[in-house]
């Protein structure tokens, strides 16, 4: 037929590849395949042929018979050869290893370690006065993206190079699609979310952001969420561009406007923009929920100029707590709101990435 399988890969993977690649091609190898199976007619066989099991002649009924290959499921029979659950933990332990062994490597760990020590040198033991309250807001910001940033990359990169492996096992019939992602969703994302927590618990409290444990707690919690959301906004873009190279273009344009509309860089968007755009943003709500813990509760500060705290400039040896800090900043939506719109992106990205991944077509087999 004018197809040839490459050298060193096996003929069964490459009939797989070309039934997946082009319509044309999977009806010209059926053709093939129905001029060239066994007649079951006795009259045209010989006597040696009898002891053969006959392929299946096409017709349903013999599609079905249990002697034959059974390419149609019989009527109360399981179109897959195991149920969701069992398929879902068989890729939920394959997902998990091939995850673990790509994290948890010595250089993964040493990277964390070491740029924990850096950032909490660099906001070293910051003391609880006025002039560190924007380098308080500066470690926030930079927490709410580095570690983000880096799972979405990781996210983007995913899908691309198990696409081929999917739709070759798909079209065997392996398992289901959403067994699939559940099984991945479910195995990645807690492995993911290790290293950040290392890197935070060093980070934090070298920085001494709040003595309060459950404020500790809190802002890990956002960071861990904020990772999850990133992460699915990058396994959305990865299973819906085809080509890797648009993909990260994608990323690269969407996050960095996104970064600038989280609230940091700049506070004061043009009125037609800021209107709007802010809240596309989950660096955003990330940002802006871990402000509001970082100078919630009974935490005193010293005055110093009046820079920042409006109570300050006309009492310098004064105090302040943080509600009091708080003012200084466009602190957007109560914890709870930033918390339900964080959630809801999460769920958003990763349904959608789903989707993407069910129903965007690579025809890329190989040749």
């Not at 995913?158 to 392996?174: D, H, M, Q, T």
């Not at 990645?188 to 709040?210: D, H």
């Not at 809190?218 to 906004?233: N, Q, R």
């Not at 860089?265 to 989950?282: E, I, M, R, T, Y």
Request: net charge positive.
């Amino acid at each position: 037929m004018g197809h040839h399988s490459p050298a060193q890969y096996n003929p069964a993977d490459y009939v797989m590849d070309l039934v997946n690649q082009d319509m044309k091609v999977r009806e010209e190898l059926k053709e093939a395949y129905l001029r060239n199976r066994i007649i079951t007619n006795q009259q045209y066989i010989s006597e040696g042929m009898r002891y053969m099991i006959p392929e299946p002649s096409g017709k349903e009924s013999d599609l079905t018979n249990p002697d034959n290959v059974n390419l149609v499921p019989a009527k109360g029979e399981g179109k897959w050869p195991i149920g969701f659950l069992p398929q879902m933990l068989i890729l939920f332990n394959r997902s998990f290893q091939m995850t673990g062994r790509s994290q948890f490597t010595f250089l993964n760990f040493a990277q964390a370690l070491l740029l924990a020590v850096v950032c909490g040198l660099c906001w070293l033991r910051m003391e609880f006065s006025e002039d560190t309250i924007s380098d308080r807001s500066s470690f926030i910001f930079f927490l709410m993206v580095f570690w983000p940033l880096q799972t979405m990359m990781q996210g983007i990169l995913s899908f691309p190079f198990e696409r081929g492996v999917i739709e070759k096992e798909r079209a065997c019939g392996s398992y289901r699609l959403s067994s699939y992602f559940i099984a991945k969703s479910l195995a990645e994302g807690p492995v993911k979310l290790i290293l950040p927590t290392l890197f935070l618990i060093i980070a934090y409290w070298m920085a001494r952001i709040n003595n309060n444990f459950g404020i500790f707690l809190g802002i890990l919690f956002f960071e861990l969420l904020t990772i999850l959301v990133a992460e699915s906004y990058g396994l959305f873009l990865g299973a819906t561009f085809i080509n890797l190279h648009h993909a990260i273009t994608g990323a690269t344009v969407t996050l960095i406007g996104l970064m600038l509309l989280g609230g940091f860089f700049v506070q004061h968007l043009p009125n037609w923009l800021g209107v709007w755009a802010k809240w596309l943003s989950f660096f955003k709500y990330a940002y802006s929920a871990c402000l509001r813990l970082e100078f919630k509760g009974g935490q005193v500060y010293q005055c110093v100029n009046g820079a920042y705290v409006a109570k300050c400039r006309n009492n310098i040896n004064g105090t302040f707590t943080g509600a009091d800090a708080l003012g200084y900043f466009d602190a957007g939506l109560d914890i709870g709101w930033n918390f339900l719109v964080l959630f809801g992106m999460f769920v958003g990205f990763r349904t959608c990435a789903y989707f993407s991944l069910r129903f965007v077509k690579s025809n890329s087999g190989r040749t």
